[in-house]
T-cell receptor, first 113, second 111 residues
Framework: QQQVKQSPQSLIVQKGGISIINCAYE??????FPWYQQFPGKGPALLIA?????SEKKEGRFTISFNKSAKQFSLHIMDSQPGDSATYFC????????????FGTGTRLQVTL | NAGVTQTPKFRVLKTGQSMTLLCAQD?????MYWYRQDPGMGLRLIHY???????AKGEVPDGYNVSRLKKQNFLLGLESAAPSQTSVYFC??????????FGEGSRLTVL
């Protein structure tokens, strides 16, 4: 059972454009929603995370938008750069349960010149 | 400050062979995890540990065993490797805020 659904599977954006990746979850007990960035040959690295008590969190060019009632959250990358080309994973966890993250299936982002 | 270190980084096995993947973390984290990553399927949890001497099953535990004899180490074993276990394996430990720190992965091919 896929508890976190992520879309699109792949995304091509021009340099300077906005990249948007969407995730939806089912388990209302989730209380921490991180995004991970993974470059080829490397492990995933935490990019940005949000808790459900806020609707938006911004760190530099990266913003998470969170809609608790719709059980959806999204990652926006403003002014996308070629160096942002990577695979992005959303995840969700109930931090009261050994913090077992459930990951989305990933989005491969390519930022073209 | 190495973070999470996985060894080996690459391994090729024949069907039926056994092997152990080693994960070491130097951040004094209690919780550690083993994931496998396959194309189009994201990261799936194999086993995890909430502290030294404890282990628990994750989403896809069959064919794997783990041990956490020391707090800093988490071992993943394959007793009889199968081609379906060809994958990239990631170890992670959990920080105080709930964030996971991942190793760089161990790429396993089972022929």
């Amino acid at each position: 059972q896929q508890q976190v659904k992520q879309s699109p599977q792949s995304l091509i954006v021009q340099k300077g454009g906005i990249s948007i990746i969407n995730c939806a979850y089912e388990n209302t007990a989730f209380d921490y929603f991180p995004w991970y960035q993974q470059f080829p040959g490397k492990g995933p690295a935490l990019l940005i995370a949000i808790r459900p008590d806020v609707s938006e969190k911004k760190e530099g060019r990266f913003t998470i938008s969170f809609n608790k009632s719709a059980k959806q959250f999204s990652l926006h990358i403003m002014d996308s750069q070629p160096g942002d080309s990577a695979t992005y994973f959303c995840a969700a966890v109930n931090t009261g349960t050994a913090s077992k993250l459930t990951f989305g299936t990933g989005t491969r982002l390519q930022v073209t010149l | 400050n190495a973070g999470v270190t996985q060894t080996p980084k690459f391994r090729v096995l024949k069907t039926g062979q056994s092997m152990t993947l080693l994960c070491a973390q130097d951040m004094n984290h209690e919780y550690m995890y083993w994931y496998r990553q396959d194309p189009g399927m994201g990261l799936r949890l194999i086993h995890y540990s909430v502290g030294e001497g404890t282990t628990a099953k994750g989403e896809v535990p069959d064919g794997y065993n783990v041990s956490r004899l020391k707090k800093q180490n988490f071992l993943l074993g394959l007793e009889s490797a199968a081609p379906s276990q060809t994958s990239v394996y990631f170890c992670a430990s959990r920080g105080a805020a709930g964030e996971l720190f991942f190793g760089e992965g161990s790429r396993l091919t089972v022929l």
